[in-house]
Nanobody, 126 residues
Framework: QVQLVESGGGLVQAGGSLRVSCAGPGRTFSSYDMGWFRQAPGKYREFVAAISKSGAYTYYADSVKGRFTISRDYAKNTVYLQMNSLKPEDTAVYYC???????????????????WGTGTLVTVSS
């Protein structure tokens, strides 16, 4: 069973920055495409960003493009989401996901993924 553990959420003012992390899935980390999703209160979960197994490719939702950066550290088996120029509408629980298929990171936004973390709350105050 793959475990994903998010951390780094918190309260930040609009215009500020925050980095959230996702630890996992262990020795097989390089076998998974990794993604970040978010769910705001009263809304459906939405795709934020994804990074390929090799780290060579990234993909972003239009709403965060140019403000957020996804990256991964193979030595630490961790994927990061650096969030800059935060807006109140970025307030949400942020979840990471891992998927070992070969369907491509762009399809992660619209299909079932193998593993999910339990989320970390990011609150952006105006």
């Amino acid at each position: 069973q793959v475990q994903l553990v998010e951390s780094g959420g918190g309260l930040v003012q609009a215009g500020g920055s925050l980095r959230v992390s996702c630890a996992g899935p262990g020795r097989t980390f390089s076998s998974y495409d990794m993604g970040w999703f978010r769910q705001a209160p009263g809304k459906y979960r939405e795709f934020v960003a994804a990074i390929s197994k090799s780290g060579a490719y990234t993909y972003y939702a239009d709403s965060v493009k140019g403000r957020f950066t996804i990256s991964r550290d193979y030595a630490k088996n961790t994927v990061y989401l650096q969030m800059n120029s935060l807006k109140p509408e970025d307030t949400a629980v942020y979840y990471c996901a891992a998927d070992g298929s070969r369907l491509g990171i762009e399809t992660m936004k619209s299909r079932n993924l193998e593993y999910w973390g339990t989320g970390t709350l990011v609150t952006v105050s105006s």
